[in-house]
């Protein structure tokens, strides 16, 4: 059973568009959902978090958007610029417990 | 800071070929993991520390199996080496204690596996 189904697979948007990412969950008792961010030949890297107790949070161009009673949550990328072509992973977590990871998407942002 | 460092980077085996991937972090953090990332399926647990001298399954732990050799250095082994096992291998740790940012996965970069 997959605890945490991220979509798209992959996703093409133009420079400036905005770049939407979606993920659901199925274990209430996660409480903590990060997203990563991978380049191609490196490890994936922390990009932005949130707790469970707010609705989103916004870092620079980046947010994550919460629906608790969904169990869903989403990353946008704003103003989304050719640096920002990378495989994005969202996550899910028990307090210091291990991550379970979305199967992640694929991001191609054209000039 | 190196932060978490995982040697070899490249390896290839012949199917039955054993082998260990190495992997050391210098942030002192209590917990290490060892995840494998192919296409379409993200990155799925291997096996991973909890702190030193605790080691447990992940999702595939089926071929491998680990060592946490101290609180710095987190191996991974391959007895007998199958094409399945083709992989791109990431090691990471965290601080794994409930405080601000338990949670946050730093890591390495990687060690990609071929076998043949």
């Known amino acids: 059973q997959q605890q945490v189904k991220q979509s798209p697979q992959s996703l093409i948007v133009q420079k400036g568009g905005i770049s939407i990412i979606n993920c659901a969950y199925e274990?209430?008792?996660?409480?903590?959902f990060p997203w990563y961010q991978q380049f191609p030949g490196k490890g994936p890297a922390l990009l932005i978090a949130?707790?469970?107790?707010?609705s989103e949070k916004k870092e620079g161009r980046f947010t994550i958007s919460f629906n608790k009673s969904a169990k869903q949550f989403s990353l946008h990328i704003m103003d989304s610029q050719p640096g920002d072509s990378a495989t994005y992973f969202c996550?899910?977590?028990?307090?210091?417990?291990?991550?379970?990871f979305g199967d992640g998407t694929t991001l191609t942002v054209k000039p | 800071n190196a932060g978490v460092t995982q040697t070899p980077k490249f390896q290839v085996l012949k199917t039955g070929q054993s082998m260990t991937l190495q992997c050391a972090q210098d942030?002192?953090?209590?917990?290490m993991y060892w995840y494998r990332q192919d296409p379409g399926m993200g990155l799925r647990l291997i096996y991973y520390?909890?702190?030193?001298?605790?080691?447990d399954k992940g999702e595939v732990p089926n071929g491998y199996n680990v060592s946490r050799l101290n609180k710095r250095e987190f191996s991974l082994r391959l007895e007998s080496a199958a094409p399945s096992q083709t992989s791109v291998y990431f090691c990471?740790?965290?601080?794994?204690?409930?405080?601000?940012?338990?949670?946050?996965?730093?890591f390495g970069a990687g060690s990609r596996l071929t076998v043949l």
């Open positions: 990471a740790s965290s601080v794994g204690q409930i405080s601000s940012g338990a949670n946050v996965l730093t």
């Open positions: 274990n209430t008792a996660f409480d903590y």
């Open positions: 949130i707790r469970p107790d707010v």
């Open positions: 996550a899910a977590s028990i307090v210091a417990g291990k991550s379970t």
């Open positions: 942030m002192n953090h209590n917990s």
């Open positions: 520390s909890a702190s030193e001298g605790t080691t």
